[in-house]
T-cell receptor
Framework: RKEVEQDPGPFNVPEGATVAFNCTYS??????FFWYRQDCRKEPKLLMS???SGNEDGRFTAQLNRASQYISLLIRDSKLSDSATYLC??????????FGPGTRLSVLP | EPEVTQTPSHQVTQMGQEVILRCVPI?????FYWYRQILGQKVEFLVS????????KSEIFDDQFSVERPDGSNFTLKIRSTKLEDSAMYFC???????????FGPGTRLTVT
């Protein structure tokens, strides 16, 4: 059974802080990963794709460590609007998504 | 910007009844999916659909469930004889050709009483 694990949090950080989440995956054959954010009772929204060693988009940086089978997400200069649950996703054999349970982030004023 | 849409936003049904959840994927997307999320739990894959047939399904997607693309735009999930434990948020998603990224609709909250 393919699993994705995340620290559920919550991570409570002040505005402007840098915060990092880790995610581990069990399927050593997995090639593609994603970070989604999910606001309370809303749909997952794509934040970033991670196909190779990493990806960067503005304040967000994702890194993939295949040897240790983990993916990280770094958020710099946190904003209040970054408060959400961050979902780590493994693309299972190029077909469906295997979601982690999510890490909850609260950015405090 | 095109979006996946889903109707209804909330469906309340009695145990044993059949429900049909509707989705309109983004128009040039060719891969479609259904996921569910029980309150407080993680998002779980149900089924993927491509070229008018199921390409993969999870162990959750048993004979109680079926999917259909009745016309060129709609993608439906039918749940027969609903059970209390079917209460969840059901998300539809679609993927364009050439990428693995999935775009999710706003979900249908199904409440079985």
């Amino acid at each position: 059974r393919k699993e994705v694990e995340q620290d559920p949090g919550p991570f409570n950080v002040p505005e402007g802080a840098t915060v990092a989440f880790n995610c581990t995956y069990s399927n050593s054959a997995s090639q593609s990963f994603f970070w989604y954010r999910q606001d309370c009772r809303k749909e997952p929204k794509l934040l970033m794709s991670v196909y190779s060693s990493g990806n960067e988009d503005g304040r967000f940086t994702a890194q993939l460590n295949r040897a240790s089978q983990y993916i990280s997400l770094l958020i710099r200069d946190s904003k209040l609007s970054d408060s959400a649950t961050y979902l780590c996703v493994d693309l299972n054999y190029g077909q469906n998504f295997v979601f982690g349970p999510g890490t909850r982030l609260s950015v405090l004023p | 910007e095109p979006e996946v849409t889903q109707t209804p936003s909330h469906q309340v049904t009695q145990m044993g009844q059949e429900v049909i959840l509707r989705c309109v994927p983004i128009s040039n997307h060719l891969y479609f999916y259904w996921y569910r999320q029980i309150l407080g739990q993680k998002v779980e894959f149900l089924v993927s659909f491509y070229n008018n047939e199921i390409s993969e399904k999870s162990e959750i997607f048993d004979d109680q469930f079926s999917v259909e693309r009745p016309d060129g735009s709609n993608f439906t999930l039918k749940i027969r004889s609903t059970k209390l434990e079917d209460s969840a948020m059901y998300f539809c998603a679609s993927t364009p050709v050439g990428t693995y990224e999935q775009y999710f609709g706003p979900g249908t909250r199904l409440t079985v009483t």
